[in-house]
């Protein structure tokens, strides 16, 4: 700013100052206090006029604080109400003599806000206008939109003069039709089956009518599909009020007739279901909504929705991202307690994330369990995180339709027009225990009286209907009745039901998909000349373009190996895998930390001009995509839980695309543990939604101390069961390139969790030849190329261990045969019958591991290998411990050594060298 006040400027500068419209643009400038630093004098009038603009200020800062937000009324717990008052400072800043104005100033005319029209106006009707706009039953927070044109666009909005008009009757007793349904939804569960949990939505009934307008003017708006995510709270009443589930499928489970295992999985609770289904507005158009399912764990499925819906935003062929829209339902206790919440905000504007903006609709029923606000957040409210991004905030009554309607109306405006996110706040309470058999008031005996003495808003909001001539109530009582009898008539159908399974048939392109995984792995050798052809690209830089100088190295290196047939290391084998796919017209998307050039320097996806002064990339992969193929790299943000969440969910939306999420390090992706656990581990048997999402989780003890060495390969295969995923330690870059094609070239679906090298990226041996990348398949296990003649002692390991292992016996005397378990699980018991037959004379069988014995495959595979040999098996490793690895280099060098040596039978203990 200081550098442009000088010379021309300043003086026409100066004039601007003048215009009372800028004075708080120029505020903490000089010119803010006047060309010389003092004030000028200003008129009465004048004067007067910034009384009254400091008067709309307040409104728009403050009103929200005034707003009439809260059904309970003034209720609030005492600490609470404290925290507001020294925060706030709540008392006078919307009084007007707080300004200096009084009431022989209200009939005066002023200019008026420039939203308003006319631009001038008598006080008493700005006045009323803005108590309307920002304080009546809805509040706007805005003021941390720091760009000024999109804070303007909203002040104009929310100031408009539409924002006034009444509401058509049509669409009010529209509205209320949803709330008795939704009430009555409720009741009919409460008496038919008592005390069983559904996390009544009572309290928060506008949700149902709220989630249908959207529905309707999303449609209008031209939007086709609605990804969604909500947690348990009304999830009922939303899967069959607003998203045609029928209502006998839900009593259907009430009853206990709920029977997953029919179908295969075990199915899930009621309450975590998803559900697509098309919502039709009434001139025909449609618009797909899909509710995600999801695990128990609040908040998880937010950046699931957002893969997913960025996914289908591919799908669609949605550039803009205007034509889907995601759609996301928090409780107001996880909103504010989850840092997932948080953690999708922050990639709601990147590059490689972004979904357009996402509504989000806080169920804000002032409470979580049994945790009063005042104990679950340090803000003042449970949508104050979300002021870290320019993302408009409406507070709304949940007892007033009118409000929540207005504020869904101004989100989807918004969202529509800039892209952004936006929050809708439904304050209302929880007229019951947190589920059903719960008593409320043991912890909140004051609001639960008030509560109790609270009449719904089906019945307020019907009274009101009735008494304005809008809706009768006979007509309202007629309505309420003839649902009441669709309910019974499903409650009769659901008594049919027997044996219902619940899973949504796989449709689209997921028909195709098998269920079943099968170890008849598809041929994925890559013809030499095709491999040429991917190599070329790959390796030729576009005209002009400067290559960093340790790059060109790199490229000339792949180069030499590609021409001699040999020595094709690990991220060569990686491009090539995702070139041949891209060159069958598959998409490859890949996102990680660091990912474009690799945590290890290794991949170099993305190529920077060096001389450019504009930043200049290039990725050789893109020119490979053939059709509507496309191939997408993106540095992640410094996140695991909603970043793998994310691309779990792109991987969801059709099995055409190979998805990789890589991790920096194996053991990062515990930040994403309830992703793992809930959606990769378990998703199919809940919800029989398949993923051919691939995991990269560098993984190896080389040193490097507790938290680089290991990527917990145990809990993945604690996960294991069904043929639920593939977890694979893979010992060569051609065995990595055939299980890249294969998860796109077999007939199932199944995560893909891959414990990925480190060192062996540049390890001289960790190489393969173009031969066997033009040849073959994935092998689950690979025999001994070099086994000694007649061997007693037969090793089995996994992974990088292998390496250490064959160098030592190079040069020791040992008889010993060692085998690698390149797949394990599932376990591919027959072919590792196979190999072992190959070794008739042994009598040492070894399992060997560099991860201390409780954890890596140890525990996994010890009983699988007795099994098969019918003796338990020797376990050469380190021994248990609770920190994955040793701090010390030398420590670790020592135990590296003890361990090959034990498995090959040279350990001092056995009296051997
Ligand atoms: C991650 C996680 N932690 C704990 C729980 C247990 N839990 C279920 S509901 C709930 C309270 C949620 O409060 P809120 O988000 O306000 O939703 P409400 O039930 O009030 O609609 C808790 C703690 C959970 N489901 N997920
Ligand atoms: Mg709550």
Wanted: charged share 25%; proline share 6%; aromatic share 10%.
């Amino acid at each position: 700013m200081r550098d442009i006040l000088t010379g021309d400027n300043a003086a026409w500068l100066e004039d601007v100052a003048a215009d009372p419209r800028w004075r708080g643009a120029l505020e903490g400038t000089d010119l803010g206090a006047g060309p010389s630093g003092v004030a000028p004098p200003e008129s009465a009038e004048q004067d007067k006029q910034h009384r009254v603009d400091d008067l709309v200020d307040a409104y728009r800062e403050l009103g929200h604080l005034y707003a009439r937000i809260n059904p309970l009324g003034s209720y609030m717990p005492p600490n609470l109400r404290y925290a507001w008052i020294t925060q706030h400072g709540v008392g006078r800043e919307l009084d007007p003599s707080t300004y200096g104005l009084d009431e022989s100033d209200m009939d005066r005319v002023f200019a008026a806000p420039a939203s308003f029209d006319p631009p001038r106006a008598r006080l008493r009707d700005i006045i009323d206008r803005l108590d309307r706009v920002y304080a009546g039953p809805m509040g706007a927070e805005f003021l941390h939109i720091r760009n000024r044109p999109m804070r303007h666009w909203l002040i104009g909005q929310i100031e408009s003069r539409d924002q006034l008009k009444p509401w058509s009757a049509e669409e009010r007793r529209r509205w209320q039709r949803d709330l008795i349904r939704a009430e009555e939804f409720e009741a009919f569960i409460h008496s038919r089956f008592t005390g069983q949990k559904r996390f009544s939505l009572e309290g928060t009934d506008v949700l149902i009518p709220a989630l249908r307008y959207l529905f309707t003017e999303a449609g209008r708006r031209s939007i086709r599909e609605i990804v969604m995510g909500m947690a348990h709270r009304g999830r009922l009443n939303v899967l069959v009020n607003a998203m045609k589930k029928p209502a006998s499928e839900i009593f259907a489970m009430f009853e206990g007739h709920y029977v997953p295992h029919s179908y295969g999985g075990s199915g899930d609770v009621k309450y975590h279901m998803g559900q697509s289904a098309d919502f039709e507005l009434e001139d025909g158009r449609k618009v797909h909504i899909s509710l995600v399912a999801n695990p128990s764990h609040l908040e998880a499925v937010d950046p699931v929705v957002q893969g997913k819906a960025r996914g289908t935003q591919r799908l669609r062929g949605d550039a803009t991202r205007k034509k889907v829209l995601p759609v996301l339902i928090h409780g107001d206790a996880a909103f504010s307690g989850q840092g997932v919440v948080a953690e999708t905000f922050n990639m709601s504007q990147l590059r490689g994330y972004r979904t357009g903006g996402t509504v989000h609709i806080v169920v804000n029923n002032q409470i979580g369990f049994t945790t009063a606000s005042v104990d679950s957040r340090s803000t003042f409210f449970a949508t104050d995180i979300a002021k870290v991004m320019p993302v408009p905030i409406f507070h709304a009554n949940g007892d007033d339709p009118d409000a929540v309607m207005r504020a869904m109306e101004l989100a989807l405006r918004w969202r529509q027009k800039f892209g952004q996110d936006v929050v809708v706040d439904i304050i209302g309470y929880r007229r019951l225990g947190h589920n059903e058999a719960d008593e409320p008031s043991f912890t909140h005996p004051i609001m639960y009286d008030i509560i109790r003495n609270h009449e719904s808003v089906a019945t307020l909001f019907g009274r009101h209907l009735d008494e304005t001539s809008v809706y009768a109530e006979p007509d309202q009582e007629a309505f309420r009745q003839s649902y009441v009898e669709e309910l019974k008539t499903a409650r009769n159908e659901a008594r049919e039901l027997t044996d219902f399974h619940g899973f949504q048939a796989l449709a689209g392109d997921w028909a195709r998909v098998k269920r079943g995984y099968s170890f008849d792995f598809p041929a994925t050798g890559v013809a030499p000349e095709l491999l040429k052809g991917i190599a070329d690209q790959l390796l030729e830089p576009p005209d002009g373009f400067r290559m960093h100088p340790k790059l060109s190295r790199f490229v000339a290196n792949r180069r030499q190996a590609f021409d001699s047939g040999e020595g094709i290391d690990w991220a060569f084998a990686e491009s090539l895998a995702l070139g041949s796919l891209l060159q069958e017209g598959r998409s490859v998307r890949l996102s990680g930390e660091d990912c474009g050039r690799g945590t290890f320097s290794q991949r170099h996806a993305v190529w920077w001009d060096v001389s450019s002064e504009t930043p200049r990339q290039h990725t050789p992969l893109v020119g490979l995509a053939a059709g509507t193929a496309r191939f997408s790299v993106y540095d992640s943000p410094l996140s695991e839980f909603s970043i793998l969440g994310f691309e779990y969910g792109y991987s969801i939306v059709q099995p055409e695309i190979l998805v990789i999420w890589e991790a920096q390090f194996g053991d990062f992706a515990n930040g994403a543990q309830v992703i793992i656990d809930q959606f990769i581990g378990a998703g199919e048997s809940k919800w029989a939604r398949h993923s051919g999402l691939v995991m990269l989780l560098p993984h190896a003890y080389e040193g490097q101390g507790p938290e680089h060495s290991n990527a917990y390969l145990e809990r993945y295969l604690s996960l294991c069961a069904e043929e639920n995923m593939q977890v694979a330690n893979l010992s060569t870059p051609a065995q990595y390139f055939h299980a890249l094609r294969k998860q796109l070239h077999q007939d199932f679906r199944k995560p893909l969790i891959l414990m990925t090298p480190k060192s062996l990226l540049r390890h001289p041996e960790a190489r393969s030849s173009l031969a066997e990348l033009s040849e073959g398949r994935f092998e689950t296990v690979l025999d001994d190329p070099s086994a000694p003649k007649d061997p007693d002692t037969l090793v089995v390991c996994s992974g990088h261990v292998w390496y250490d292992l064959a160098e030592r016996r190079r040069t020791a005397e040992s008889a010993a045969a060692a085998i690698r378990l390149e797949q394990i699980y599932p376990f591919p018991k027959d072919r590792l019958d196979a190999v072992l037959s190959g070794y008739p004379g042994i009598r040492r069988y070894v399992w060997l591991q560099e991860e201390p014995m409780n954890r890596g495959a140890w525990s996994y595979v010890a009983p699988r290998l007795a099994e098969l040999t019918g003796s338990a098996w020797e376990y050469a490793g380190r021994p248990e411990s609770a920190s994955p690895a040793t701090g010390s280099h030398g420590r670790h060098v020592e135990e590296r050594d003890r361990l090959i040596a034990s498995a090959l039978g040279l350990d001092p203990e056995r009296g051997e060298s």
